[in-house]
């Protein structure tokens, strides 16, 4: 879903395949035109055994020559025509999703045989607890007290906002404006920098890889961390407006934190006293399963259509629950 998770994952597999005779390939749309046009043309003609990519892999003009197995990671960011499109380059090739949330929908979806279900319930070895707390406002000066405290410790950061920049319409922190203020203010004797999607790739990158190699002790970002960032020393990680987020997205998020051997901290601000008593932010903070997670969405949002491109609302059943009535 996002160049920075295609990016890491080509890394990877360069690196299991050094020396053996795989021919792979990256296909994302920051790619200069003469060299995208030379990928689609060896993808066409099989001259490429393994491609990995983003959304761009599944424009009208990548043809694949014999596409055996399609891999979908963060499979809850990819829409219903949009994961329908990726299966239609080929004819039945074999089909693996990968999710650590599954969404509402593809939770319904399974409850009627769609998909052949595998459940890894276990954290990775090693991986310590991640602690969730919600704070309202009043408590807002607390909580960066807390995260600079971790900071103290040598450990790293991430504070998420859900909007790039302020906007007239919604009242809502921006993370470019709140970056000025974080960077002088709250954060003033640590390293802050700034991540977000408008960024350019080689900017991007350069932010990330300084992130990872500990040059920088927090990083402020919009959603685009939510997938496929692993720094091992980033323990703590504060979401602004939590309450505008969807749960899957937030366990989402507070994946990224606590993947060394040290426990994480995640913290819910929300915008209003009322957020503390917030139901849905109850549910990630007495809970740490995803499944248990993606039930609570379901009961509290509906699973959307099972036919059809709705992927949210009341299901169509009149007289029995997804939930209540599985067995």
């Known amino acids: ?17 050094d020396g053996s005779r795989v021919r792979c390939a990256l296909l994302v749309g920051g790619l200069p035109a003469v060299r995208r046009r030379e990928l689609v043309a060896q993808i066409e003609q099989g001259k490429l055994d393994l491609v990995v990519g983003t959304h761009a892999l599944i424009q009208e003009d990548v043809h694949f020559a014999k596409l055996g197995l399609v891999i979908v990671d963060e499979q809850h960011r990819f829409g219903v025509r949009q994961r329908a499109s990726i299966r239609s380059k080929a004819d039945a090739p074999h089909y693996l999703v990968m999710t650590a949330t599954p969404i509402p929908r593809t939770l319904a979806m399974t409850v009627f045989g769609d998909l052949d279900v595998t459940t890894i319930d276990a954290p990775p070895p090693g991986r310590a607890p991640t602690q969730t707390r919600i704070a309202a406002p009043h408590q807002h000066d607390a909580a960066w007290q807390f995260v600079r405290d971790r900071l103290d410790r040598g450990e790293q ?59 920088i002790a927090v990083l402020i970002a919009t959603t685009v961390v939510e997938v496929g960032i692993d720094v091992p020393n980033a323990t703590c990680m504060a979401i602004e407006h939590a309450e505008r987020y969807g749960l899957s997205q937030l366990h989402q998020l507070r994946g990224r934190i606590g993947r060394g051997g040290k426990p994480g901290f995640c913290l819910l601000l929300t915008s209003s006293e009322a957020g503390a008593d917030n139901e849905r932010l109850g549910v990630l903070v007495t809970s740490t399963d995803g499944f248990h997670i993606a039930e609570e969405d379901l009961r509290l949002r509906g699973p959307g259509e099972l036919i059809g491109t709705r992927q949210h609302g009341l299901p169509e059943l009149r007289a029995a629950s997804l939930l209540g009535d599985h067995d």
């Open 1 to 17: 879903p996002t160049e920075l998770l295609a990016q890491q994952h080509f890394r990877s597999i360069e690196r299991y395949l």
């Open 157 to 215: 950061a991430f504070v998420v906002y859900p909007i790039i920049d302020e906007s007239d319409k919604l009242e809502l922190r921006a993370a470019t404006t709140e970056f000025e203020r974080l960077s002088k203010q709250v954060f003033a004797k640590h390293q802050v920098a700034l991540l977000h999607g408008r960024l350019r790739p080689q900017d991007r990158d350069k932010v990330m890889t300084d992130f990872a190699a500990g040059k």
